[in-house]
Every structure is written in structure tokens, then in C-alpha cells.
């Protein structure tokens, strides 16, 4: 209900003890060294296995940003198949799985495939016993690098995913750089969507001028 007229402004409550309900951030600082000190148990709980798991690369939804990739959710197992990496052993080596998410396109099902194959050859896979190897698994010298320390703490550091710069996307082609099909493309798509439009009256025409013809004829 609308309030009209110079009337009494109905359940005025302008004494509210607000001073209790004002929310302060004096805690950041020591929010920042928990958050630091949490990361640095969780890398050292999961080593030599990195913190993250190897995600996709998607293309942000909506004509407004779908120039952007970022990471994905996780890989379709049209791409796992295409690797050669079995869906359930996946998920095992760091590599997250999305069951729903459908390709849609060549173009990603080629990327993601590609970089699961890099992945795969990064990939130092221990024994699950120690000292006995079995099909798969990496070998003696590899694990030993690994126990030593040299590994990756963070995939995304490794197999990072980038935008190209705005400048660098689009670039302007010269008439000479252009494929021979694609020389006076607009011209020729014009030309096509008006003889596609005219053909009727042409039709017409020249059945009308061969009747003339063949009128004086006789």
C-alpha cells in the first residue's frame, strides 16, 4: 500500500541498536596467514602429487564472451577416449571428469586431447607397492627424481590456460594475403542471393521475348 499525502510514515524504526550489527575486518591479516599456512599443509599432505587437478579448456557461455577460455569443469570421456586414458583410472592421476559435458565442436575435442596427451607424458605414476612395477607405471629413474623433490606442486603452472591479448586476436588481412576462393567474398555472396532472387522474372522475360520472336517469325 502507497503512502500518499503529508500522513505519518507508518513503523519508523530509526533507533535500531546498529553499533551490534556492524560487521569489522580487523581479522584479514590473520585470516591471510591461515589461509597461507592451510595451502602449505594440503601441499605438503598430497606431495609429490600436485595441489590442483588437471582441468579442460572451455569457452565462456553468451555471444558477449565467448572469445574468452577459461578452465572447465572437467574432461568429456569423448576426449578421455580419444587420449587412451580409461575414464575410471582418470579421475586416480588427477585429471577431473565431467560426464555431462558434450563436445560440441572439433576444435576443443582436439585441444583437450591435446592437452591430456601432454599431461600424460608429464605424468610420473608410482608403484603401488614399493619396488614393484607393474605395466603403467613410470620407471625406477623417474620416481626417484619425484622422491627427491623435483616435481610440480601446481598443474595450472605448467599447463596454464591464457587468453590472447585483444590485439593480438584480431588483426587486419591484406586483399593479397587472402585465399584465392575468398577474394570479393561479399561481392560474390550478394551477386548469389540475387540471381537466387530474380530467377523467377528472369524466367518470365525470357519466355515473353521468345514468344515475341517467335511471333515475327511468323
Not at 174 to 200: F, N, T
Request: aromatic letters at 4%; glycine letters at 4%.
Amino acid at each position: 500500500m502507497t503512502i500518499k499525502h503529508n500522513q505519518q510514515i507508518q513503523h519508523n524504526h530509526f533507533r535500531k541498536d546498529w553499533q551490534r550489527r556492524v560487521r569489522t575486518h580487523f581479522d584479514q591479516p590473520g585470516r591471510k596467514t591461515r589461509r597461507r599456512n592451510a595451502r602449505l599443509t594440503k601441499a605438503a599432505a598430497v606431495a609429490p602429487r600436485p595441489v590442483d587437478k588437471l582441468r579442460p579448456i572451455v569457452r565462456c557461455p553468451t555471444i558477449k564472451y565467448n572469445r574468452r577460455i577459461r578452465a572447465g569443469r572437467g574432461f568429456t570421456l569423448t576426449e578421455l577416449k580419444e587420449a587412451g586414458i580409461p575414464k575410471k583410472l582418470a579421475p586416480t592421476v588427477g585429471i577431473s571428469v565431467d560426464h555431462r559435458r558434450q563436445n560440441l565442436s572439433m576444435e576443443s575435442l582436439t585441444k583437450n586431447v591435446e592437452r591430456l596427451k601432454a599431461y600424460q607424458a608429464r605424468l610420473i605414476l608410482f608403484p603401488r607397492r614399493s619396488g614393484q612395477f607393474k605395466k603403467g607405471d613410470s620407471s625406477k629413474e623417474e620416481v626417484t627424481t619425484a622422491k627427491e623433490g623435483k616435481v610440480v606442486a601446481k598443474t595450472s603452472d605448467v599447463l596454464p590456460i591464457t587468453n590472447v591479448a585483444l590485439e593480438e586476436a584480431i588483426t587486419e588481412v591484406k586483399r593479397s594475403e587472402m585465399p584465392e576462393g575468398e577474394k570479393d567474398a561479399y561481392k560474390k555472396l550478394r551477386m548469389a542471393r540475387s540471381d537466387a532472387r530474380l530467377v523467377g522474372v528472369r524466367e518470365k522475360r525470357a519466355k515473353a521475348k521468345a514468344e515475341e520472336a517467335a511471333a515475327q517469325k511468323k
